[in-house]
């Protein structure tokens, strides 16, 4: 089958490699339909993320169940489905808890989509099929009358973006909220529709982009250029809750600095580098909570699809680009906010 291999910075090519097979009597094998591009895949893609290669690339997934282990009953054949790209047996004691990217029946991190990095290399969606292990309790179907495109990045970027908010907005109903946008672009817009469709009064947006300040302008934040100098921008009030989207040491020492006393901040990455300059003494004496950590995809999805389903949240609005996959190389690195690849394959 073609599969999207990365070899390397700039080195994506469509390559033969040998169609999966159901193993287990637990495995589905799922042809994709429609892939999210993550956040993540082009700083993979041009080497801004090292990642040691080769590997199938694409992990925000919907597809078409065709074939089913036979210990199976929960999806059938022909089933759309959306598949969250960390694997969890949600049976494990972490698992249970919600704690789906801490599942302790595979190895930290495996995912579809990230090679060797994420654990057990899965393969990727960017392919004709993709085995799903534990396909019972991994695949959520999709609600008749939703578009593939839409659901699309509802595996990741837009669970990431709603679990920036969703826990704090339930400490604290109606809160304002600010969202710093940046290295993690969709993520960060995702937030701020996410914030919105939970009841946020008020959803501010700081970024650098003019793009992005665009779009979170049209889905309902108020938006501020940050023009690059994050060490000047002055808001008029503080948060108690932020989201850091924005990655790098700047931004998020911006975040961190516009949370009001006994308020929240959730960054969506460890940056770009293991060390990073975190105001830790300021952070204490006004009670900043720091949320840091990768989000627990098949957890959350479940509730984001709830959110789409019911209209209060189009992941839709922010899709910049729809690219087939026979052109999904040179999609990888277009710079526009969010790409969604649909499988022309067929
Ligand atoms: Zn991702
Ligand atoms: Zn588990």
Known sequence: MRALMFRGPMAIAWEEIETPKLLESRDALVRPIAVARCDLDPAIAIGLYPMPAPFVMGHEMVGEVVAVGEAISNVHLGDKVIVPFQLSCMTCAPCLRGHTNACVNVPSGTAFGLGPH????????LAELVRVPWADVMLIPLPEGIDPVVAAGIPDNVSDGYRCVAAPLAERPGAPVLVVGGLAPSVGLYAVMAAIALGAEKVLYVDDDASRLELAAEVGAEVMNAKGQWADVKL??????????????????????????????????????????????????????????????????????????????????????VVPFSEAVDGMTLPVTKVVFVNDFV
């Open 236 to 321: 008029e009030q503080k948060f108690p809750i932020v989201v850091d989207a924005n990655v790098l040491d700047a931004g998020r020492n911006f975040a961190l600095r516009s949370v009001e006393p006994c308020g929240v901040c959730t960054s969506v990455s460890g940056g770009a580098s293991s060390e990073s300059n975190i105001p830790l003494q300021s952070m204490y004496l006004k009670g900043i909570r720091y949320e840091i950590g990768r989000v627990h995809a098949c957890a959350t999805a479940r509730p984001v699809l709830g959110l789409v389903s019911s209209g209060a949240l189009d992941p839709a609005r922010i899709v910049s680009k």
């Open 118 to 125: 994420g654990g057990v290399d899965l393969g990727g969606a």
